[in-house]
């Protein structure tokens, strides 16, 4: 193809960076431009008094040959056994209700039989959801390779799961338990990874929540050097490739003339044509905003405003003069939930408030890290997480940070402090030493990553938002093409993935307009509602 071919990506987070890449190994001319200091969206790690916290980042799985993070890194001409190294196989999560724990761990069947041994009860319902897993899982490993390939014979029984993933796109995982489970409490151990996809039990799509446990069904690993040993992997290939990436550089605006976008417009005026534009960030902004409402219908624009976010976040980000291993921690995430009702814990963050106890999230990355790159010798990190409603921060949204008062900080201050104390609770002796103290709450995503209402996995994955409900790659607009969370899923290689995907149909679109002006003549237009997929 025509090597003068412009591309513009906005947002350097991994789909944005994925794009790049992909873009500038197909002969575009790729600029990427991010909004902030550091490329990298949520992989950015942040440093304080030599600690190095990662924000968006507490282990991924699929990193073996023929699995989705395998196969996006190996795309992009980097490896995943050489970037990552695999957690403890017999337990690299702990789940702890009031009166029992169990550790997730590598291989499906050893999972089911921890929790047959727990309930024996439920073992025909255990063994009917973990069928359902691994036929997720044999999905997944088909569909890590596609974009390299075509299909092969022994591909095709998998393709007969597709059907069981439009059903399993309308249910709630919490309607597909209670249908095969009725002692709650092993309801709850399933679905204690509530805190990687970002909603309780009956919210969530059953598809959704069966993908993240099948994700890590082979193990579970973390990168070394932490999620910004990843970012210079991405950012190197990316540039490697020819992409050029600029920091500093929001975006305001996405011109477009005719059904067709022409370039992006940065803050302070300056135009970068573009024959595509994949945007890496939220579907929602990226419609609403840099598109703008009098370039789509009435159908998409009532698609954006119903378009429901995940539940926001608040961390604790401690850096603690102390080895943690000598306090009872270990490298696995710690998952601390005061009930086995996950639904009703987070029942009232939907009228704005905190529940009675908060459901906890621990994790030493500095623990999982082998470089020993994250904290000082013989000091550890540690991210204490929970969810929180919008309501709470709210008034401060539309607020420049550095105007946002005292009231803001005191109000975060005293979350962590609330945080803090029911981790000591639970966990005596835990925390001390603590030589680094920040707290991020929704309104970081917002002013770091656009992220509407302030939500770290981007649009719900609710039965109506997930699965074939997704935002799709292609846009209404003719060249403008989408990445990251609200594509494919939230996570890192199906946000990698999806800035593949995007690649190649920018790729296949310009190719298309090329044969059609060919063949109907260089002065005729697209006609953007006809060729314009829905949403």
């Given at each position: 193809m025509d090597a003068t071919r412009k591309a513009v990506v906005i947002g350097t987070g991994a789909g944005g960076l994925a794009a790049a890449a992909f873009l500038a190994r197909m002969g575009f001319e790729v600029t990427a431009v991010e909004q902030g200091a550091h490329l990298g969206g949520s992989l950015a790690p942040f440093e304080r008094e030599g600690f190095t916290f990662d924000v968006g980042i507490n282990y991924v799985g699929g990193c073996r040959p023929g699995q989705l993070m395998y196969e996006q890194l190996a795309a992009l001409g980097l490896d995943a056994s050489a970037l990552f190294s695999e957690l403890e196989p017999d337990g690299f999560d702990i789940y702890r209700f009031p009166d029992f724990e169990v550790?997730?761990?590598?291989?499906?069947?050893?999972?089911?039989?921890?929790?047959?041994?727990?309930?024996?009860?439920?073992?025909?319902?255990l063994r009917e959801v973990f069928r359902l897993l691994a036929r997720v899982r044999e999905l997944m490993h088909l569909g890590a390779r596609l974009p390299?390939?075509?299909?092969?014979?022994?591909?095709?029984?998998?393709?007969?799961?597709?059907?069981?993933?439009?059903?399993?796109?309308?249910?709630?995982?919490?309607?597909?338990?209670?249908?095969?489970?009725?002692?709650?409490?092993?309801?709850?151990?399933?679905?204690?990874?509530?805190?990687?996809?970002?909603?309780?039990p009956g919210r969530v799509a059953a598809i959704t929540a069966l993908a993240v446990i099948a994700d890590y069904a082979d193990g579970a690993f973390f990168p070394r050097g932490?999620?910004?040993?990843?970012?210079?992997?991405?950012?190197?290939?990316?540039?490697?490739?020819?992409?050029?990436?600029?920091?500093?550089?929001?975006?305001?605006?996405?011109?477009?003339?005719?059904?067709?976008?022409?370039?992006?417009?940065?803050?302070?005026?300056?135009?970068?044509?573009?024959?595509?534009?994949?945007?890496?960030?939220?579907?929602?902004?990226?419609?609403?905003?840099?598109?703008?409402?009098?370039?789509?219908?009435?159908?998409?624009?009532?698609?954006?405003?119903?378009?429901?976010?995940?539940?926001?976040?608040?961390?604790?980000?401690?850096?603690?003069?102390?080895?943690?291993?000598?306090?009872?921690?270990?490298?696995?995430?710690?998952?601390?939930?005061?009930?086995?009702?996950?639904?009703?814990?987070?029942?009232?963050?939907?009228?704005?408030?905190?529940?009675?106890?908060?459901?906890?999230?621990?994790?030493?990355?500095?623990?999982?890290?082998?470089?020993?790159?994250?904290?000082?010798?013989?000091?550890?990190?540690?991210?204490?997480?929970?969810?929180?409603?919008?309501?709470?921060?709210?008034?401060?949204?539309?607020?420049?940070?550095?105007?946002?008062?005292?009231?803001?900080?005191?109000l975060k201050e005293h979350l962590a402090d609330r945080m803090l104390r029911e981790v000591e609770s639970r966990f005596p002796g835990l925390i001390g030493d603590i030589a680094v103290r920040e707290v991020a709450t929704p309104l970081n995503w917002i002013d770091s990553l656009r992220a509407p209402h302030g939500a770290p996995y981007g649009p719900a994955m609710t039965p109506g938002q997930a699965g074939r409900f997704r935002f799709r790659t292609r846009t209404p607009v003719q060249g403008l093409f989408l990445a990251g969370q609200g594509v494919l899923s939230m996570g890192i290689s199906p946000v990698l993935l999806s800035g593949r995907l995007a690649a190649h149909a920018a790729?296949?679109?310009?190719?298309?307009?090329?044969?059609?002006?060919?063949?109907?003549?260089?002065?005729?237009?697209?006609?953007?509602?006809?060729?314009?997929?829905?949403?």
């Open positions: 550790r997730n761990c590598a291989g499906l069947e050893r999972f089911r039989d921890r929790l047959r041994a727990l309930f024996p009860d439920e073992d025909a319902g390299r390939g075509g299909l092969h014979a022994a591909d095709l029984r998998s393709l007969e799961g597709l059907p069981l993933l439009w059903r399993l796109s309308r249910r709630t995982w919490g309607e597909l338990l209670q249908h095969h489970l009725g002692d709650e409490r092993a309801r709850a151990a399933l679905s204690a990874m509530s805190g990687d996809w970002g909603l309780p932490g999620g910004g040993a990843l970012l210079e992997a991405l950012v190197d290939s990316a540039r490697t490739c020819g992409a050029v990436l600029r920091t500093e550089s929001p975006a305001r605006r996405i011109h477009i003339s005719r059904g067709c976008v022409t370039g992006v417009e940065l803050e302070e005026g300056e135009v970068l044509e573009a024959d595509v534009i994949v945007s890496d960030v939220d579907p929602t902004v990226t419609l609403k905003q840099l598109v703008g409402p009098e370039h789509l219908s009435a159908r998409v624009q009532a698609r954006v405003g119903r378009t429901d976010p995940s539940l926001g976040m608040a961390i604790v980000y401690l850096g603690l003069r102390r080895d943690l291993r000598q306090h009872g921690m270990s490298a696995a995430n710690l998952w601390s939930y005061p009930s086995t009702d996950l639904d009703g814990l987070y029942a009232p963050l939907g009228r704005g408030a905190l529940p009675p106890e908060l459901p906890l999230l621990l994790s030493s990355n500095s623990l999982k890290d082998t470089s020993g790159r994250l904290a000082p010798p013989g000091c550890s990190t540690l991210s204490v997480a929970t969810f929180v409603p919008e309501a709470l921060f709210e008034r401060w949204a539309s607020v420049p940070p550095a105007a946002r008062g005292e009231g803001y900080f005191l790729e296949h679109y310009v190719e298309r307009r090329g044969r059609l002006r060919h063949h109907l003549g260089w002065g005729r237009a697209w006609n953007a509602e006809s060729d314009a997929p829905p949403l």
